[in-house]
């Protein structure tokens, strides 16, 4: 058998179709900015994609930056803050315990370098960043609100529209990583009414290292990276213009196909919640239980360890994953998990499985007849002792 690939949170792989078509892209090696006919060919395919990019967020294209990804444009948008502050006179920025780590840092930064005030709402058992502190927040008038749409460890979507309204109300502009939520669910900028968000191709079957930041007309932004024309000035740099085009190419796929990916993936993550809660006694499911991304699974196996739970699974032939990938090189437990209130044990014994396009059904059964002796085995060797 193959190997089972549960891991989409982290990266996908590119899709058939985007891969071949980024392949005739790479072709394509004028820069984007030079004026004869072979660069204006590539700028035609770099605002086609800005095209195709909005269409998947409803947004208008004048509102679509490219950056080299979630990190970046995240980065952007707090970096922006630094200088908006003085101007604005204000000095709070209000995001949630639960932000993907390159929020977390970016506005550690605007704490400890530029003396704002940051706070980091607590969530509910589910992830859900609880109104009460929420609004007790708003009162603080911050600057900025941050809040991730959909979790990229438990999966947990919260509402946007609705927080957007009232950081609004507050005169705070607003923020969302939307990262994970683009091509999952449905994502509306005009509808939702944000001044910013964070979208990367890599997370929808894109080429790696391309992403956009969406800037609602009007909103301010500074440069992060400065230098060239390219972008209107806020993002300098000489065009990637093939992954630009494959990125565009992946985002008109995934509006195409979001209804499909969210049945496939949605019927696939339940039958593995159903059978993993019917074949290990004493599991915990993490995350909201309706309120969450179609193909995200974070269980709990109390008794048993996350990183040796893991190896397990690599020697099955599956690839899954502790937390977030870009914390599991690290063996603290999930910053996400602790703040949803799950001990450091539980949280360390935590496995986010996580679904794309190309599982199947055979895959999760396999899963289910081999998987489960594993945890059995673990508990049993374990030092920490579980009872049933
Ligand atoms: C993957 C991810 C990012 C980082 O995006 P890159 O393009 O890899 O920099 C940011 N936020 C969330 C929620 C993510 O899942």
């Given at each position: 058998m193959n190997r089972i690939y549960l891991d989409y949170n982290a990266t996908t792989p590119l899709s058939p179709e985007v891969k071949e078509f980024y392949i005739q892209e790479l072709e394509r090696y004028a820069n984007g900015s030079s004026l004869h006919e072979d660069g204006r060919l590539v700028a035609r395919h770099i605002e086609k994609a800005r095209q195709q990019v909005a269409g998947l967020i409803h947004a208008e294209p004048g509102e679509i930056f490219f950056t080299s990804g979630g990190s970046e444009s995240n980065n952007t948008v707090f970096n922006t803050m630094a200088q908006l502050g003085r101007q604005r006179k204000r000095n709070v920025i209000v995001t949630t315990a639960v932000e993907h780590p390159c929020v977390l840092e970016a506005s550690k930064r605007l704490a400890g370098q530029f003396g704002m005030e940051v706070i980091y709402l607590p969530v509910d058992e589910y992830g859900v960043v609880k109104s009460r502190d929420f609004d007790a927040a708003m009162e603080k008038q911050p600057l900025l609100v941050s809040v991730m749409t959909a979790n990229n460890e438990i999966g947990t979507v919260q509402d946007i529209p609705e927080l957007c309204r009232k950081a609004h109300a507050a005169g705070a502009l607003f923020h969302t990583d939307a990262v994970q939520a683009a091509g999952k669910i449905p994502v509306d900028m005009k509808g939702w009414d944000v001044d910013y968000a964070t979208f990367s191709a890599h997370k929808i079957y894109g080429p790696k290292g391309i992403g956009a930041l969406f800037v609602k007309k009007g909103v301010p932004v500074e440069p992060l990276i400065r230098g060239g024309h390219q972008e209107h000035g806020v993002r300098a740099g000489t065009y990637n213009g093939p992954a630009i085009a494959?990125?565009?190419?992946?985002?008109?796929?995934?509006?195409?196909?979001?209804?499909?990916?969210?049945?496939?993936?949605?019927?696939?993550?339940?039958?593995?919640?159903?059978?993993?809660?019917?074949?290990?006694?004493?599991?915990?499911?993490?995350?909201?239980?309706?309120?969450?991304?179609?193909?995200?699974?974070?269980?709990?196996?109390?008794?048993?360890?996350?990183?040796?739970?893991?190896?397990?699974?690599?020697?099955?032939?599956?690839?899954?994953?502790?937390?977030?990938?870009?914390?599991?090189?690290?063996?603290?437990?999930?910053?996400?998990?602790?703040?949803?209130?799950?001990?450091?044990?539980?949280?360390?014994?935590?496995?986010?499985?996580?679904?794309?396009?190309?599982?199947?059904?055979?895959?999760?059964?396999?899963?289910?007849?081999?998987?489960?002796?594993?945890?059995?085995?673990?508990?049993?060797?374990?030092?920490?002792?579980?009872?049933?």
């Amino acid at each position: 058998m193959n190997r089972i690939y549960l891991d989409y949170n982290a990266t996908t792989p590119l899709s058939p179709e985007v891969k071949e078509f980024y392949i005739q892209e790479l072709e394509r090696y004028a820069n984007g900015s030079s004026l004869h006919e072979d660069g204006r060919l590539v700028a035609r395919h770099i605002e086609k994609a800005r095209q195709q990019v909005a269409g998947l967020i409803h947004a208008e294209p004048g509102e679509i930056f490219f950056t080299s990804g979630g990190s970046e444009s995240n980065n952007t948008v707090f970096n922006t803050m630094a200088q908006l502050g003085r101007q604005r006179k204000r000095n709070v920025i209000v995001t949630t315990a639960v932000e993907h780590p390159c929020v977390l840092e970016a506005s550690k930064r605007l704490a400890g370098q530029f003396g704002m005030e940051v706070i980091y709402l607590p969530v509910d058992e589910y992830g859900v960043v609880k109104s009460r502190d929420f609004d007790a927040a708003m009162e603080k008038q911050p600057l900025l609100v941050s809040v991730m749409t959909a979790n990229n460890e438990i999966g947990t979507v919260q509402d946007i529209p609705e927080l957007c309204r009232k950081a609004h109300a507050a005169g705070a502009l607003f923020h969302t990583d939307a990262v994970q939520a683009a091509g999952k669910i449905p994502v509306d900028m005009k509808g939702w009414d944000v001044d910013y968000a964070t979208f990367s191709a890599h997370k929808i079957y894109g080429p790696k290292g391309i992403g956009a930041l969406f800037v609602k007309k009007g909103v301010p932004v500074e440069p992060l990276i400065r230098g060239g024309h390219q972008e209107h000035g806020v993002r300098a740099g000489t065009y990637n213009g093939p992954a630009i085009a494959g990125y565009g190419f992946a985002a008109e796929r995934a509006a195409a196909e979001l209804d499909q990916y969210g049945s496939h993936t949605s019927v696939l993550r339940n039958r593995l919640r159903a059978g993993l809660l019917e074949r290990i006694p004493g599991i915990k499911i993490n995350g909201h239980p309706e309120k969450i991304l179609p193909n995200t699974l974070n269980v709990s196996f109390p008794g048993a360890e996350g990183e040796a739970i893991l190896l397990h699974l690599d020697m099955l032939g599956v690839d899954a994953s502790t937390g977030s990938a870009c914390a599991s090189a690290s063996l603290d437990p999930s910053h996400v998990l602790l703040a949803t209130g799950l001990g450091p044990e539980l949280a360390h014994g935590s496995i986010r499985f996580s679904f794309g396009k190309y599982n199947t059904a055979e895959e999760v059964d396999y899963i289910l007849e081999y998987f489960p002796p594993v945890i059995e085995k673990l508990r049993k060797m374990s030092t920490v002792s579980y009872r049933e």
